[in-house]
């Protein structure tokens, strides 16, 4: 059974970082698409990035380019997203995501995942 864990999330200032890290169980990391999403309250889930099953390919949206950075290590089944210079906006749950069905493309909808962590706060203070 495919289960993804996540961990990292916190409290942090602005201007801070934190690492997210999404644990893929079930299956090998190599043969999943990834992403991150986010949520925050009252507001729709929303897309964060995205990598492809090599590694090679990724998709950061607008708001987390040159702040975000998505990466994962398939030999200890991992993602990751490196958050800096977070704002008070950044503020949400964030989930990871996998596609274990898919090509190896990038994928940044949230209706092409097919598995779903349970998500980690992350609260950005002013």
Not at 76 to 105: F, G, H, I, R, W
Request: proline content about 2%; overall charge neutral.
């Amino acid at each position: 059974q495919v289960q993804l864990v996540e961990s990292g999330g916190g409290l942090v200032q602005a201007g801070g970082s934190l690492r997210l890290s999404c644990v893929l169980f079930g299956r090998t990391l190599g043969s999943a698409v990834t992403g991150w999403f986010r949520q925050a309250p009252g507001k729709e889930r929303e897309f964060v990035a995205a990598i492809n099953k090599r590694g090679g390919g990724t998709n950061t949206a607008d708001f987390a380019k040159d702040r975000f950075i998505i990466s994962k290590e398939n030999a200890k089944n991992t993602l990751y997203l490196q958050m800096n210079s977070l704002k008070p906006e950044d503020t949400a749950v964030y989930y990871c995501a996998a596609n274990v069905d898919d090509y190896d493309v990038v994928l940044v909808r949230a209706s092409e995942y097919t598995h779903w962590g349970q998500g980690t706060q992350v609260t950005v203070s002013s």
